[in-house]
């Protein structure tokens, strides 16, 4: 009964009597239900949704009050997104698409200077609305027709005029919930990449507002922004969120089925990182190969490798700080039916 996906929903019920925020992205469609047991919020977005994420927002929350920048770090943030439609991108490419990022948002009046992200209603200043920013289509239409961009306008066809159009839209949601589940199924396994960076940068931004509330941030499959179908700007965009999540007062729980997929990106330093930054490591039962790549990057001994290999369902190792331990999950009745 309790294996990996049993054993995160258990943290979420639990996280949730805490009064903890949690925001869970969803790419298999496994925390439906427990989203509505727990009275959370499911947003959707896929060709059938009416939900609909504008990757180019600049969030108030997306900096702290003190630091400066909005457009240079969300900059920053669409180069790797953009890498994940075009490609590995080169210097020339890099330079060429931020020029066009950056006249891109100038035509909505949006500058380096953060001022330029305020507007007057009402007498009073307010930061600038969901409908006030640019979306794909904005930049598809500056691109021009030279050698580089026209590649660039053909990669980005699919999200103008063809399947992914949905995601050509300006934000209609409001996060005001202490539950969220970002359901991403219905993308597909080619494009799901997509859905993952746009609610993992939504989600990284609300994690920011504020320190004293305790928050959590699951990614699950997380391979899919680490490992090899990405790239290193969104791996390093990832990497980043685990490092600094802390001191938001936040935590963010990695899972993947396959230990592998979580190294196959640049000889798996991304992967390590994340390992390495991670205070509480939980492996239930592993294969041989898996078990052989793990110790590689982490300090099993050889008594470890065969225990984790032997264990039965609803056992794990958990590393908790130097400490491992060998640990039995145990559920109440009552979190079972609420959870199952």
Known sequence: MLGKSFYTKLLIFRNRLLGIEQYIIDPEREYINISKNLEGTLFKIGPTSETYINVFDIRKESIEEEEKGYLATKIGNLIGFFNLIFGEMDEEEKAILEEKLIECYGN???????????????????????????????????????????????????????????????????????????DIYELGEENIKYGMYIFTELFSDKIKMDRNVKKAIYLDEIWRLIGVTSNKYVAKFIYKIFKTIRKYGGSAVAITQDISDLFSLEDGIYGKSILNNSSIKTFFSLEEENISILSKYSNLSEKEKVEIKSLKRGECLMFVGEEHILTKIEAAEYEKKLIE
Do not use: C, Q
């Open 108 to 182: 909505k009046g949006i500058t380096f200077d953060d001022d330029s992200l305020y507007k007057i209603r009402n007498g009073e200043k307010i930061f600038k609305e969901n409908i006030d920013m640019p979306i794909l289509e904005d930049l598809y239409n500056i691109l021009g027709d030279n050698k580089i961009t026209k590649i660039f306008k053909i990669k980005l066809i699919p999200f103008i005029k063809g399947s992914l159009s949905y995601l050509n839209k300006h934000t209609n949601i409001e996060i005001n919930n202490k539950l969220i589940v970002a």
